[in-house]
T-cell receptor, first 113, second 116 residues
Framework: AQTVTQSQPEMSVQEAETVTLSCTYD???????LFWYKQPPSRQMILVIR??????QNATENRFSVNFQKAAKSFSLKISDSQLGDTAMYFC??????????FGPGTSLSVIP | DAGVTQSPTHLIKTRGQQVTLRCSPI?????VSWYQQVLGQGPQFIFQ???????GRGNFPDRFSARQFPNYSSELNVNALLLGDSALYLC???????????????FGQGTRLTVV
């Protein structure tokens, strides 16, 4: 069974600084996708970034980038130049077959002015 | 284009009652998935439907059921409600092209169910 672990329940970062959120996962499959979702207080689950397991190059989306270590089954998210609007719950997620997405327990990120 | 829409946004039910939650996927999306998110936890997969057929089921009791209609909208039904069913219920839609994993799931804003 696939599992996703996020070992940091809460984190904080000063505005304009950089923060890294950690995620590890477990699977025996070779073809899968990894995601970071953001859930602000509005409850809307928003896709931040995704990574295809067969691609060695780490994904980047503006201020967001990942460090994907397939052998270690690690998938961390780096947020550069943190902004107040980045305050939210962040979920690491895994998807292999069909559309079943397995989420981690989440990391609550607070950006401090 | 409208995103994934869910109704109602909030709902209060009494233990033992039954509830129906509704989801309209993004136009053109044929796959709908349901998730339960208990406060302070990550979403847990309940069901996935594609082309009106159940394609996946999570570890939930038979009190939970769902269906997908010809227009690809979906309903989630929960019978004999328990206090522990109180949660945010999220619906997600995706294109799902023939078994490929290369489809993004778009989430609705959820239905907040409170069982008292």
């Amino acid at each position: 069974a696939q599992t996703v672990t996020q070992s940091q329940p809460e984190m904080s970062v000063q505005e304009a600084e950089t923060v890294t959120l950690s995620c590890t996962y477990d699977t025996s499959e070779s073809n899968y996708y990894l995601f970071w979702y953001k859930q602000p207080p509005s409850r809307q689950m928003i896709l931040v970034i995704r990574q295809e397991a067969y691609k060695q190059q780490n994904a980047t989306e503006n201020r967001f980038s990942v460090n994907f270590q397939k052998a270690a089954k690690s998938f961390s998210l780096k947020i550069s130049d943190s902004q107040l609007g980045d305050t939210a719950m962040y979920f690491c997620a895994f998807r292999s077959s069909y559309d079943k997405v397995i989420f981690g327990p989440g990391t609550s990120l607070s950006v401090i002015p | 284009d409208a995103g994934v829409t869910q109704s109602p946004t909030h709902l209060i039910k009494t233990r033992g009652q039954q509830v129906t939650l509704r989801c309209s996927p993004i136009s053109g999306h044929k796959s709908v998935s349901w998730y339960q998110q208990v406060l302070g936890q990550g979403p847990q997969f309940i069901f996935q439907y594609y082309e009106k057929e159940e394609r996946g089921r999570g570890n939930f009791p038979d009190r939970f059921s769902a269906r997908q209609f010809p227009n690809y909208s979906s309903e989630l039904n929960v019978n004999a409600l328990l206090l522990g069913d109180s949660a945010l219920y999220l619906c997600a839609s995706s294109l799902r092209t023939g078994g490929s994993v290369n489809t993004e799931a778009f989430f609705g804003q959820g239905t907040r169910l409170t069982v008292v």
